[in-house]
């Protein structure tokens, strides 16, 4: 099946994000090849909620918002986690989200 194929990779890219960095699902949709993929990859982060070893909440939109914390137990886990981390989120949005950023290898 695609999807889950499709999915580990999203996972396996996702895993490598070192803690302290944030990176989009655009930018992981092109690391993957499928630079118009990036919902998908939502689709993926989404799914992985249960996956202890998959840090969804180092993933946002293009401009740094925390566009998947609704789907985070508890309203501010998303923000709760990555502060833990050391970045700062200001209404849902990553302050200084260029220094944070983390570019995946494109394949």
């Known amino acids: 099946m695609m999807e889950t194929n499709f999915f580990e990779k999203v996972y396996a890219i996702a895993r490598q994000i070192p803690e ?27 799914a992985s909620h249960n996956m202890d070893d998959v840090p969804a909440h180092r993933v946002v939109n293009r401009k740094g918002l925390l566009s998947g914390k609704h789907h985070f137990d508890g309203t501010n886990l998303m923000q709760q986690l990555l502060e833990n981390e050391g970045i700062k989120v200001v209404d849902n949005q990553i302050v200084d989200f260029e220094k944070h950023f983390w570019q995946p290898e494109i394949k």
């Open 20 to 46: 302290g960095k944030v990176t989009s699902y655009g930018a992981i949709a092109k690391a993957l090849g499928t630079a118009r993929s990036a919902r998908m990859v939502g689709w993926a982060m989404n």
